[in-house]
């Protein structure tokens, strides 16, 4: 008998259909070993090693107690638990408490008969990069828990914990809350001209961009000196100064990632990303999509012929490429999984799931089909109007319009991969609307047309009409969950697996609270932030930092660097700020081993030479 383990008991019911009788499956139910939840550090630094003391979790001793009996009793155990490096860690800690035997790694991105299949005719060893990788995350997540938050017991009982990646989350939250707090908003003017060429309607809008020769990028703030300028504009000429027509292509977004796909979600499902990741879980475990948790957007080949089927059944010929599209991976460490998320079996529809499921399903189904379909195509034309053409000229130089206004059109020439998913399918817009992302301020709309009449420069033009509308400057919005976890994953912070884990912590620990789906800081928060950049500084609570100690996680992943010596140096460099910060003695220093505390320490991995 070959025994298969495996995290989740949902896997096992599906798996052991796949497999012969010579396979016996069975279920982890996720991590059995951790560093205790209570009492002391639990990790000890001596001479260069890092000594993590893990023992088995209370609810995993039944399971461990089941897997021991059947391997026992096996010819070989296969351990098939998820394919990233907490999956790798978590098939480490199964064999550490398993016993002295050789043990054979299964990694399929996909539970579906052809996938569990391939990977159990093809075993590996134990990645122990992978391993030594996230140990290092969970012992430097152990150390900024155990060396930092009891400093924050000067604030108070309430203030709970910090984090190694939540208070960097925390404190962009809270330093939005101050920009917005400190803004002063300005009252100013856009002044909308309706213009026609004589004879030739329909009229158009155009918005004064320019004022002298110089960009109005000082608004127009007082009322009667816009009123003036508006008394004095209607008497003047007008007419075309340029008029550019250009085509603009449309490429559809890439296939899902975690962090994408918890963006979109949030945006266009209003599904939190903690019910995004349950519901990617349940979506992985049933077999309906690929491995959820990745920085990549690469396709496997078969994967690209599966979309490139389902247009040219579904669409036209001209929807489909001449070649498969491929999307170059942003991460430079993409090694969670070897291709984005997208479905197993595109074949069967977006309409495969109900519920819950079945939205995100569709979601993604769409997001992966779009991602191969011909890029969209629009007609963009800039018209620009002077205003007074030859009333003011500057020293030395040719006659110049006094005022510039500009019309901007757009016509959709082909839709392209919009047909599949609308104008804005993306993690940044809801569908069939034109918002900005949510971080970013919205601009003024005025002057901007669906399309323009055919003009040539120099073409004369009546004013039909002039007016000033009051705008008011605006603070920058708060964030989101979404365009939080965007902006974590755009400045390397954390890993997008756990963004889930962060949003939560930083809204139940009382830091941030959520009204209409924005983030606000409370007063906790912000006195929480304030303690940790004072004392903390240019460690883990700052960006820069958090995202170069990021980079050395990641290069241990790889093989580049020793886990042992980026965790201690780390540690150190954190002690010695929460001393200073009220800590009292010195909780990395090796204690005596005590009883049922796990293996010792020393059988935790060292990393191997890069390859």
């Known amino acids: 008998m070959k025994l298969v383990i495996v995290e989740s008991p949902t896997k096992v019911r599906k798996i052991k259909d796949f497999l012969g009788a010579d396979f016996r499956v069975a279920a982890s139910f996720g991590h059995v070993r951790d560093l205790p939840a209570k009492g002391d550090l639990a990790v000890a630094f001596a001479d260069g090693r890092v000594k993590p003391a893990y023992e088995t979790i209370e609810r995993s001793s039944r399971a461990v107690s089941e897997l021991s009996s059947l391997a026992a009793k096996a010819s070989e155990v296969l351990l098939a638990t998820d394919p990233d490096r907490e999956g790798e860690a978590i098939a480490w800690h199964v064999s550490q408490l398993l016993g002295n035997r050789t043990y054979k790694r299964v990694v399929f991105h996909a539970v579906t008969k052809a ?8 075993p590996r060893d134990l990645d122990l990069r992978l391993v030594n990788a996230q140990q290092a995350r969970r012992v430097l997540d152990r150390v900024v828990g155990w060396l930092v938050s009891p400093t924050l017991r000067r604030l108070g009982k309430e203030a709970r914990s910090a984090g190694r990646v939540q208070s960097v989350a925390l404190r962009l939250v809270a330093e939005r809350e101050a920009e917005i707090s400190k803004f002063n908003t300005v009252d100013y003017f856009i002044l909308s001209a309706k213009l026609e060429r ?10 004064l961009v320019a004022w002298r020769a110089q960009p109005l990028a000082q608004r127009l703030t007082d009322p009667a000196v816009a009123q003036k300028t508006v008394e004095w504009c209607k008497r003047q000429a007008w007419k075309v100064q340029s008029c550019d027509r250009r085509e603009s292509v449309r490429n559809a977004p890439p296939p899902f990632t975690t962090a994408t796909v918890q963006q979109a979600s949030s945006v ?19 077999g309906h999509i690929t491995y959820h948790r ?9 994967a690209l012929d599966a979309a490139r089927a389902v247009i040219s059944k579904d669409f036209p010929p001209e929807y489909l490429p001449k070649a498969p599209i491929l999307h170059a991976t942003k991460s430079a460490n993409a090694q969670e999984a ?17 519920g819950d499921e079945g939205k995100l399903y569709k979601l993604i189904w769409q997001r992966f ?8 195509k629009d007609e963009i034309t800039t018209i620009d109007v002077a205003c007074a053409p030859g009333g003011w000229i500057p020293k030395g130089k040719d006659p110049v319009p006094v005022g510039v206004f500009q019309a901007k059109g757009k016509v959709l020439v082909f839709d392209g991969w919009r047909r599949l ?32 009449p055919m003009l040539q420069p120099g073409d004369a033009l009546s004013l039909v009409d002039l007016a000033g509308a009051k705008r008011s400057t605006k603070p920058p919005p708060r964030y989101t969950q979404a365009s939080l976890i965007k902006k974590l994953e755009r400045d390397g912070i954390g890993r997008p697996s756990t963004y889930a884990a962060i949003m939560r912590v930083i809204l139940e620990r009382g830091y941030v609270e959520e009204k209409k789906r924005k983030l606000h800081a409370t007063t906790l928060g912000l006195k929480v932030t304030d303690f940790l950049v004072r004392h903390f500084k ?34 150190l460099a954190i002690l010695r700020l929460a001393q200073r910060a009220g800590l009292r003695g010195n909780p990395l220093l090796p204690k005596p081993p005590q009883a049922g505390a796990g293996p010792a320490p020393d059988s935790a991995p060292k990393a191997p030479p890069a390859d």
């Open 115 to 122: 996938e569990v299949q391939k990977a159990v005719a093809n």
């Open 198 to 207: 004589p004879g030739s309607p329909p009229a158009f809008t155009a918005k």
């Open 538 to 571: 240019g460690n883990f609570i700052d960006i820069d930092y958090t995202a170069r100690l990021e980079d050395d996680l990641d290069r241990i992943s790889r093989g580049e660097a020793e886990w042992e010596a980026v965790v201690t140096d780390a540690s």
């Open 294 to 302: 990745t920085d990549s957007t690469a396709l496997a080949p078969e």
């Open 421 to 452: 998913t609308g104008e804005d399918a993306t993690e940044e817009a809801k569908p069939k609307d034109k918002k900005k992302p949510e971080e970013e301020s919205p601009e003024d709309d005025e002057g901007t047309d669906a399309q323009l």
């Open 268 to 286: 266009r499902l209003g599904f939190n990303p903690d019910v995004t990741m349950k519901l990617l879980q349940g979506l992985f475990e049933n």
């Open 338 to 354: 070897h291709e984005a998320i997208r479905p197993t079996h595109p074949e069967k529809g977006p309409d495969l799931l109900a």
């Open 369 to 376: 089909i779009a991602c191969q379909m011909a890029p969209g």
